[in-house]
């Protein structure tokens, strides 16, 4: 029973091509894949072996800050003044920190540390930069918040020295960060205590003359309490006032943060203007208008309030200063290494197999080929030669005529 299989033309032109370089040129076919061959397995053996070296970091938590615990004490004080300190973080801490992992200032470092440039031959710091980004990689650990850091090279223990002191160079470099921030917000709050200090011992010392002066020692439970409210609402003003300002020396005026205490300043200086209180006026008085109690009751008041002030406004700018300080005693503890880089002990990277299975595979193909292109010249110069005997005859009996 006979089947028609249907098959194209030109599949058929193909097959029969190839059946007739098979037999005519099998010498040259099995010359030419002995060849390939051979070459695509000496070529793998040349090829080094690429070894990868991980270090694993676990990256530094924002919910741990020392610094926020402090300023937790303080109750809504506290949620005022910390504003401040974790309200410039980042949404995710391990885009930071891979970030700083490939900043140019640590690739620098290795450079010049490890003499990449005489390893990767070559001549500028940019392309020695750009090879070693491309020996590299950083996973910034989405699912389990780990940073893992691969570096390949040709020499297991290089690999691993590499790893290691990319970890060592970035902590250095991380750390030198955190103390030059630490210590300019320090100076910023030392300047600033500095100055609430001596307000605070001029209002004591005017609260002192108002007592010599009028006679008055004590108030009523209720103006007392009006003083203090009045107080902590002004300490507040005069930190957000504070913050503004330390915000407005990096941020820009479509800062988030800074539009946000923009915001709340105005809200707590409408509180303040409901209250009443106005000391630089005698029109009105935070116990009650002028004329219903004696201006001996209402210096004192506003002596009073003034020191309650003070001392609101000293003791924030105090909590803000122990935070810097406890920022600057933390350096060092930003990341901490997991696993570190240890010699690996087996090739990441199994290319050499895959070159020599290419030149397996592609052995026949370029056979067929060389034995194709052999066959097209002998059919050129069997052409050639027929048209010369052909030209050759046909000259022949004109010479005989004659």
């Not at 193909?14 to 894949?33: G, K």
Request: net charge negative; hydrophobic share 40%; aromatic share 8%.
């Amino acid at each position: 029973m006979q089947t028609d299989l249907n098959i194209p033309e030109w599949l058929r032109s193909t097959f029969r091509l190839m059946a007739y370089l098979s037999i005519r040129w099998r010498v040259l076919i099995l010359r030419v894949a002995i060849v390939v061959i051979v070459a695509g397995a000496f070529t793998a053996l040349l090829l080094p072996n690429i070894y990868t070296a991980t270090v694993v970091l676990f990256p530094p938590q924002q919910g741990s800050s020392s610094g926020a615990a402090l300023l937790a004490q303080l109750g809504s004080l506290g949620s005022v003044a910390s504003m401040g300190t974790n309200g410039l973080g980042v949404k995710n801490p391990n885009d930071l920190q891979v970030s700083l992992l490939k900043s140019e200032s640590i690739e620098n470092a290795m450079v010049h540390r490890f003499h990449l440039d005489e390893q990767y031959h070559e001549s500028y710091l940019s392309k020695t930069r750009k090879r070693w980004e491309s020996e590299t990689h950083i996973d910034s650990g989405l699912k389990d918040g780990l940073i893992r850091l691969e570096v390949e090279d040709r020499d297991p223990h290089r690999a691993a020295e590499l790893a290691n002191g990319w970890v060592e160079e970035y902590k250095r470099f991380n750390s030198s960060l955190a103390v030059t921030e630490a210590q300019q917000r320090m100076l910023f709050f030392e300047q600033e205590l500095k100055s609430a200090r001596e307000e605070l011992s001029h209002a004591e010392d005017a609260l002192k003359q108002t007592e010599q002066r009028t006679g008055v020692i004590q108030m009523d439970g209720q103006a007392h309490a009006m003083i203090e409210s009045a107080a902590v609402l002004r300490g507040q003003i005069a930190v957000r006032k504070v913050e503004i300002r330390g915000l407005r020396s990096f941020a820009t005026e479509q800062h988030p943060d800074l539009v946000r205490a923009e915001q709340e300043l105005a809200s707590l200086e409408a509180q303040l203007a409901q209250m009443d209180v106005n000391s630089r006026s005698r029109a009105g008085d935070l116990v009650a208008p002028k004329g219903l109690v004696t201006d001996a009751g209402l210096d004192y008041a506003r002596a009073l309030r003034e020191v309650k002030y003070r001392e609101t406004v000293y003791e924030l700018l105090m909590r803000q200063y122990e935070v810097a300080r406890v920022d600057e005693a933390r350096e060092g503890e930003q990341v901490q290494i997991v696993d570190p880089a240890y010699v690996p002990d087996r090739p990441s990277s199994f290319y050499r197999w895959w070159v020599f299975l290419g030149g397996l595979i592609l052995s026949l193909p370029i056979a067929f080929i060389c034995a194709f292109s052999a066959e097209a010249y002998v059919a050129l110069c069997r052409e050639k030669l027929l048209s010369r005997w052909s030209g050759e005859l046909a000259s022949k009996p004109t010479e005989v005529s004659r």
